[in-house]
């Protein structure tokens, strides 16, 4: 059994910064996570979770689907951003104003005002998913941060440096918490480990990340 054991702790609200321009605000979601689960239910209705392939041909194990106008997309063609949904042929769901008001004010309070992204990747993991070392390089302005929101089960994230070789800072990500990436660190690999395997009141067996970017 696993508990949202970080729920109200004393860490709510502190800051941990991992490097120039990265910051964790524990607990910082936490007052929007009803609208944010809300708002997600509408967004899968439209645009689904599913395994996109890697232009290598493997089927990724982390589920994804997008809103936003922009969604990251990969297949045999390759990485990038797009405006349609490749599953509906439709555009993807507009951003919902509390996933707008979440990324605005976490990139504020690391020191990054005025962000506006323009596209949300939703990251889905069940047990045993994990994200392998990767470079997020398929925005267009690499000045804008990316804010990242952990929902559901805690996950090990893994921050490495500007080569894939540099050793990784292992950080935990629980229920609620926000990480803004920008500066220097925005071009840093990083990843996430295994899900361990359990149960939350709000996601059942999974982790949800959202990760707001501007793409275009
Ligand atoms: C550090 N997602 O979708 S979010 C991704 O938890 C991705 O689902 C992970 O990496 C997840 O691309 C991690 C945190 C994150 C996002 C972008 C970064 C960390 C980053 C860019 C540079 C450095
Ligand atoms: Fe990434």
């Not at 990038?80 to 919902?96: E, V």
Request: with cysteine; net charge neutral.
């Amino acid at each position: 059994m696993t508990l949202d054991l970080f729920a109200d702790d004393t860490r709510t609200g502190s800051r941990e910064f991992l490097g120039e321009g990265a910051v964790v605000l524990r607990q910082f979601a936490s007052p929007h996570v009803d609208a944010v689960f809300s708002a997600l239910h509408d967004i899968e209705a439209h645009a689904p979770f599913r395994h996109m392939v890697t232009p290598g041909g493997f089927r990724m194990s982390v589920a994804m689907t997008n809103c936003g106008e922009y969604g990251w997309v990969s297949d045999r063609r390759g990485y990038r951003y797009d405006a349609n949904d490749p599953l509906t042929a439709h555009r993807w769901p507009a951003l919902p104003e509390v996933f707008l008001t979440l990324a605005r004010t976490a990139a504020e309070a690391a020191g990054f005002p005025e962000f506006i992204p323009d596209a949300c990747l939703v990251n889905r993991y069940g047990p045993g998913t994990r994200l392998s070392l990767h470079q997020d390089k398929n925005e267009r302005d690499f000045a804008a941060p990316i804010v990242s929101v952990s929902l559901g089960l805690p996950a090990v994230f893994l921050f490495g440096g500007p080569q894939r070789a540099d050793k990784c800072l292992r950080v935990p990500l629980a229920h609620g918490d926000v990480v803004v990436w920008g500066g220097p660190v925005r071009l840093h690999f990083h990843g996430v480990m295994p899900l361990k395997a359990g149960e939350h009141p709000r996601t059942g067996e999974t982790r949800i990340n959202l990760t707001f970017r501007k793409a275009g």
